[in-house]
């Protein structure tokens, strides 16, 4: 199995909060010092729906807070890395084992693509690519 | 108070795999920073950048661990401020309430009443 350095470029490379309690979530880092930036929603793969609230500091930090209608008894903290290949980057992560959560396929919007990927000891990238309009 | 650093931590018993994975996407490791926490478990970072200024640290320690542990590595320029300001909110030190203090930084693990977690650091300047 090869297992190269990639040509990936990551462009969005930050902590994501996966919860069932957003707004309290959201207040904290807002309290913190971050403000919403954008709120996109919608279902996922799975078939849970979910807003996903990104979040920026005034020293240009960031902090994705995702709200999943699926019920979680504690939240995820995973990283949110948005690459320019996402099957590139996917490969790579699979190459070192990572599988996608729960088994389900990526999220696929007219914006984005979208996949929790989970490694072999149990830490989460959330591998996200924008997919730019055409028209 | 204000945030110097705010980035993803991972948690180890598999350092060198973990390691690798952020290497092959590019990162490399600056730094290499070990000590023994408050609690008595001795402890190895490396603090990962990509060539975009992307950061990560990767830590392992000699706490068994089922799992690894995903947190939010804080640093700032005031650690009792922002302890009084996150355990007033309902965060618990997950060090039984101990702080570890090496002299060139104080640090602990905080999480929320939902689940999440803040390690929280303070790099201390004028140490000896």
Do not use: W
Request: proline content about 3%; charged content about 20%.
């Amino acid at each position: 199995m090869e297992r190269g350095i990639t040509t990936v470029k990551i462009t969005t490379f930050n902590p994501q909060i996966i919860t069932n309690h957003l707004a309290e979530v959201v207040g904290l880092f807002e309290a913190l010092g971050f403000e919403k930036r954008h709120t996109p929603s919608g279902t996922g793969a799975s078939g849970n729906a979910y807003t996903d609230c990104r979040m920026k500091d005034a020293n240009g930090f960031y902090v994705d807070v995702a709200a999943t209608s699926a019920a979680i008894p504690r939240d995820i903290t995973s990283i949110r890395m948005n690459v320019d290949d996402f099957d590139a980057a996917y490969q790579l992560l699979t190459d070192h084992g990572f599988k996608p959560s729960n088994g389900t396929s990526a999220t696929e919007t007219d914006t984005s693509k979208g996949l929790l990927m989970v490694s072999p000891s149990g830490f989460g990238i959330v591998l996200v690519k924008h997919i730019r309009k055409e028209n | 108070m204000k945030i110097t650093s705010f980035n993803p931590l991972i948690v180890t018993n598999n350092v060198e795999e973990v390691v690798s994975v952020f290497e092959a996407l590019g990162f490399v490791k600056k730094h290499n920073p070990t000590g023994t926490s408050a609690i008595g478990h001795e402890y190895v970072a490396y603090r990962m950048t990509d060539a975009n200024g992307f950061h990560v640290d990767v830590a392992t320690s000699t706490a068994p661990r089922e799992r690894d542990l995903t947190t939010i590595r804080m640093n700032v320029d005031d650690f009792d401020e922002a302890y009084e300001f996150l355990t007033a909110r309902g965060f618990s030190n997950a060090q039984s309430g101990t702080v570890t203090d090496t002299g060139s930084a104080k640090a602990c693990i905080l999480y929320s009443p939902s689940g999440f977690s803040i390690n929280l650091i303070q790099h201390i300047k004028d140490h000896n």
